[in-house]
């Protein structure tokens, strides 16, 4: 079934390193993940694992003195007018005009997104005008037809408002209707609702989802929260420590997931259905800093599965790019 | 027996505003709230940001001064203080009894005392001996799961989890009656926020303390909390134990906070009902029931007449004038 | 496997107090590190300035005006043998200006521990020895590695002594504006409200007079009469009494950003009374900040110094200080004929430069992520 629909952004063998004086971290260590039109791809995991830097990686964000050291990030792969963005310049034209253009970028904190000194109009419209050719009284229309479409009431007053006269809701809102501004392919956004209180978060979710089904764009949704995952996500990926470690299908990985590291995480989410007092199973230590990785596989350590003398020295086996698995060495014999 | 009864709590804060810094108007951060805490129970206190649960919380604790209300604080069995009025001074010594558990385990650590003083300091405050306070760090730090060598290191050498072990450590020391949770796990990572729930579940069964449990998370709460009261812009809306209110929530912004929370299940997909509108501003509060421009079963007198939180059910009780008409949808 | 060489080090880490994890930081800043030599070699040469000094820096002497700087010669005849050579004057037929040749007849050797002018070291133990110097001998017959002035002193004594003064001003000025500022800004953050407004407003008025005609007024005012060491602390607290606003708002704000720390309420919370938390929670937090603060505000109490010396606002001679030494360069004909006066700008760069690296370093250890 994943292979039925059109891939738009391959991801492969994508290796970050952190260099400092006190030594090289590798931040990322090979992830290889594929973007389907029309499909939500989302990426979970704990502080660390790397979900948010790969999608910075993507969009070739990574800032000193983080460097993508090998591995590829082709945009249309296969198709005559791919493009490998990891070979082009980061601060180029031709990364801004996917950055924006043909990719669009959602944040957590949308402020960050937006300037405060400038309107909301202002800002649509130039981020509308320089990735299309529309003249400016064209630009405000448009501008002013995404803010209703991302459902801010009064559109037409709310263009002159400044950011700071929103609420956090509405920002991200706004900040939503600036990533579709030059009406992309590719969404990517990172942990969008995060900053957000749930009644607003659970109207966000649903605007990205009708967008993302109405214009059939490929979302890759970074998210801490499984509960965000189980409503949004239509495969995912679970990282742990710059790894993917178990891709799926939703429904598969909630009903039988392969990772140890995935079912502990799985069993240790709070249940709004639980018991009163009733404990949660945990995962014992916590997600080691990157600079500390463990020798073989990374979750060994805290892994209740793990086999000795095999999981501490030998890596597992990478997963391919949308093949379900897990890299763990009781998955790998089933899958 | 109640630990602790708040009676009409009411905090505001002035605006500001001019070079002379003229009051022009005053924010009702937390308006005409009560609720009791018994012995060894558990009170969650949830709501959207900006509702007043944390403001609450500091009044308790009187980091803040309330503006009006009581707040009655039995230490030990036989004794009650109203601690609203006290100064400053005479605070003090009643400290120990009321502890915080802090939201961010970076910032409630001093970066410059090592783990033992930091647990060790309402000790020496309280003017225990020095060899006492040895023996009484090394039994919190097992109380706590962390090993005794953690005593002589300082705060950097340790992960978010164990930082909050160490917070909880010192909110223990004293051994308070009354523990102020202020959104105890929300920092931290799924996996390691399941350990500190668990230890603080432990540790109520141990010690017998009575918590105030701050938080947004409505998982999180279901597991900790005997008893949940949701608040919204400023006033608690309804009252009720967790199995209750969950199950049958009797306040129609409750009914819309279960309803929003993701569910970790694909399966229950799509059929979720959206809470419709924003949260009100707390500076400009809607006339009536503050939560009618958003309610779906709002009538005209909600837009005008102020709910009381009333009894609906043995131990239930809420803010809405049609709480006993409606039926409304919990999780199950 | 070298567990146990892990283990030592991330125990070394764990137990590392916020001082040493400051310091391993700031060891990482390379351009602070030499800054902080140079500073540190800067401070050496106050201490020893009179037995670093060649000649008298107040000796004049109409014989040996405008001496071009020389080199010191290390070897003679292949042979170890330190000397320069002697001079003479010779007297341009034309215009009858008194230049001067190296007389290849004479060399003057170089000695070390030579006794020259009396003074007392480190202001207590009276000496006359030197570093280096010469023999006594003719009057021309000296070292002038930079050079000599129109009364004939010898550059290099005089910029090692000004050193002396510069430098020591600065330190005394921050010192007392330090005081000033953690005073008044301690309150400020302390106790807010009306004493917090107030305490502001007057440091804005203080801020927003122009400092120049403030020094003019306010350096007019000192009397004739006082002597150097009296105008010496009336500088200094001139240039103080604009200062402390700097390190006043340093400190409010950290006092300010820190009362609201969570870690300060929880002090708080577990009762400690107000003297404690401030003492044992507050001020050990922005000690680095203040260290920091008084790095960059040092090299401008220099400047300040050496521009109203320059300006003659400041100390005047028979004080030596660099501004001061660089009032002579003030004239282009003489700047013409001697340009090795302008010797004295060249600490005054570096010193700033070094204190201005230093300040950020120590900035930057001291609050990575501020």
Redesign the interface.
């Known amino acids: 079934m994943v292979d039925a629909q059109r891939h738009v952004l391959s991801v492969r063998d994508l290796v970050v390193d952190f260099v400092q ?1 006190t030594g090289t971290t590798r931040a990322l260590d090979g992830v290889s993940l594929d973007l389907h039109a029309g499909r939500v791809l989302g990426v979970v995991g704990e502080s660390g694992c790397g979900k948010s830097l790969t999608a910075r990686a993507i969009l070739r964000l990574v800032d000193r003195p983080g460097r993508i050291v090998s591995g590829q990030v082709l945009l249309d792969p296969g198709a005559p007018r791919q493009q490998e963005l990891t070979a082009l310049d980061p601060k180029g034209e031709a990364v801004r005009a996917v950055r924006g253009g043909r990719i669009g970028l959602i944040f957590q904190e949308p402020m960050s997104a937006l300037s405060m000194h400038y309107t909301i109009g202002n800002q649509i419209i130039e981020a509308i005008r320089a990735h299309g050719g529309l003249g400016k009284a064209a630009a405000r229309d448009r501008a002013i037809a995404l803010l209703n479409e991302v459902g801010i009431p009064r559109p037409e007053t709310r263009i002159d408002a400044y950011p700071f006269q929103l609420s956090g809701g509405l920002r991200q809102r706004v900040g939503i209707a600036l990533a579709l501004a030059a009406d992309p392919e590719i969404l990517i956004a990172d942990e969008p609702t995060t900053a957000l209180d749930v009644t607003t978060q659970a109207q966000i979710l649903a605007l990205l989802r009708r967008l993302q089904r109405t214009k059939a764009m490929a979302l890759m949704l970074i998210t801490h929260d499984m509960g965000v995952i189980a409503q949004m996500a239509d495969d995912v990926a679970v990282m742990y420590l710059g790894k993917v470690v178990e891709f799926a299908p939703v429904q598969q990985l909630f009903a039988a997931p392969r990772h140890p590291y995935t079912r502990a995480l799985l069993r240790s989410v709070p249940n709004i259905r639980a018991v009163p007092r009733e404990r949660l199973a945990t995962i014992g230590g916590a997600v080691p800093h990157p600079e500390s990785r463990p020798t073989g596989c990374a979750f060994h350590p805290r892994c209740p599965e793990v086999i000795a003398g095999r999981c501490a020295i030998e890596m597992p086996p990478s997963l391919l790019p949308d093949q379900e698995g897990a890299s763990c060495f009781h998955a790998a014999v089933g899958a | 027996m109640t630990v602790l009864t708040v009676d009409r709590l009411s905090k505001s804060f002035p605006i500001k505003s001019g070079l002379l ?1 003229r009051e022009t108007g005053r924010v009702r951060a937390v308006q005409d709230v009560s609720f009791s805490i018994a012995h060894g129970e558990t009170l969650a206190l949830v709501g959207e940001s900006g509702c007043g649960k944390t403001t609450v919380a500091r009044c308790i ?1 009187r ?1 803040l001064p309330p503006t009006s209300g009581a707040i009655h604080f039995s230490p030990q069995p036989g004794t009650t203080i109203d601690l609203a009025p006290l100064s ?1 001074k005479s605070l ?2 009643l ?2 009894h ?3 558990i ?3 385990p970076y ?6 005392m ?1 783990v033992g003083d930091i647990i060790a ?2 000790l020496l ?2 003017g225990v001996p020095a060899t006492q306070r040895l023996a009484r760090v090394r039994e919190l730090l097992e109380l706590v799961g962390l090993p005794p060598a953690a005593r ?3 705060p ?2 340790f992960s978010g989890g164990q930082r909050q072990r160490i ?1 909880i450590a ?1 909110a223990l020391a004293l051994d308070p009656t009354l523990v102020v949770a202020d959104e105890p796990v929300s920092a931290l990572d799924v996996s390691v926020q399941a350990q500190i729930i668990n230890l603080l579940l432990e540790l109520q069964d141990r010690l017998g303390l009575s918590m105030l449990f701050v938080a947004h998370d409505l998982g999180v709460v279901r597991h900790v909390s005997d008893r949940v009261a949701v608040m919204y812009v400023g006033r608690i809306v309804e009252v009720a134990p967790t199995t209750s209110l969950y199950g049958r929530p009797r306040h129609p912004y409750t009914e819309a906070l279960l309803a929003a929370v993701p569910k970790a299940d694909p399966t229950l997909r799509d059929g979720a009902v959206v809470p419709r509108g924003e949260v009100a501003d707390p500076a400009n509060p809607p006339p009536g029931c503050a939560f009618h421009p958003r309610c779906p079963h709002a009538v005209d007198r909600c837009r005008v007449e102020l709910p009381a939180l009333r009894e609906v059910a043995p131990g239930n009780f809420s803010a809405c004038h049609r709480a006993e008409e409606l039926r409304l949808a919990g999780v199950v | 496997m070298s567990v146990t060489a892990t283990t030592t080090s ?1 125990e070394r ?6 001082l040493q ?1 400051t310091w391993w930081r700031f060891c ?1 800043h390379r351009l602070a590190l030499i800054s902080l030599g140079v500073v540190a070699f800067f401070y050496l040469i106050v201490i020893f300035a009179d037995f670093l000094a060649i000649a008298d820096p107040h000796a004049t002497d109409a014989r040996r005006s405008f001496i071009p700087p020389q080199g010191i010669s290390l070897f003679d005849d292949g042979a170890w043998r330190p000397h320069v050579s002697g001079l003479k004057g010779v007297r341009d037929p034309k215009t009858f200006k008194l230049a001067y040749a190296p007389d290849p007849t004479r060399k003057v050797p170089v000695q070390m521990f030579v006794h020259g002018y009396a003074y007392n070291l480190f202001g207590l133990i009276p000496t006359d020895l030197h570093l280096f110097g010469t023999e006594k001998g003719q009057a021309i017959d000296g070292i002038f590695l930079m050079g000599t002035d129109q009364l004939g002193r010898d550059l290099f004594s005089r910029l090692v002594v000004a050193t002396r003064i510069s430098l020591s001003i600065g330190l005394a000025g921050v010192a007392f504006s330090l005081m000033l500022g953690i005073l008044l800004g301690g309150i400020s953050g302390l106790y807010g409200g009306v004493v917090d ?1 107030v305490i502001q407003r007057l440091i804005e008025v203080v801020r927003s007079i122009p400092t120049i005609p403030l020094w003019m007024g306010l350096a007019a005012a000192l009397p004739n009469t006082w002597s150097v060491t009296q105008v010496y602390f009336a500088i200094t607290l001139i240039i103080s009494l604009v200062s402390w606003t700097e390190l006043a708002r340093v400190v409010r704000g950290r006092f300010l950003a820190l009362r609201e ?3 300060v ?10 003297l ?1 938390i401030i003492l044992r ?1 507050m001020l ?2 922005f000690a680095s900040h203040v260290i920091a603060a008084v790095s960059l505000a040092l090299p401008v109490m220099i400047v300040s110094e050496t521009s109203l010396s320059f300006l003659g606002l400041g100390l005047r001679p028979p004080a030596i200080s660099w501004g001061i030494l660089l009032q002579d360069a003030q004239n282009v004909q003489v700047l013409a004929g001697a340009p090795w006066l302008l010797c004295a700008a060249i600490p005054v760069i570096i010193v700033i430069l070094a204190f201005n690296f230093l300040g950020d370093g120590l900035r930057d250890a001291a609050d990575p992520y501020g």
Do not use: K
């Open positions: 004086d | 810094q604790l980091a400053r003090r010594p400290r120990r009321i502890q915080m802090f939201q961010d910032a409630s650590l001093n970066p410059r090592m300091e309402p405050v309280a002589t290191r300082f950097h050498a917070g010192r | 991330e880490f764990a137990q590392a107090t916020q994890l990482r407004t720390e969570d870690f309420i929880a002090a708080e919370l577990a009762g400690a009374s107000q404690r929670h050990p937090s």
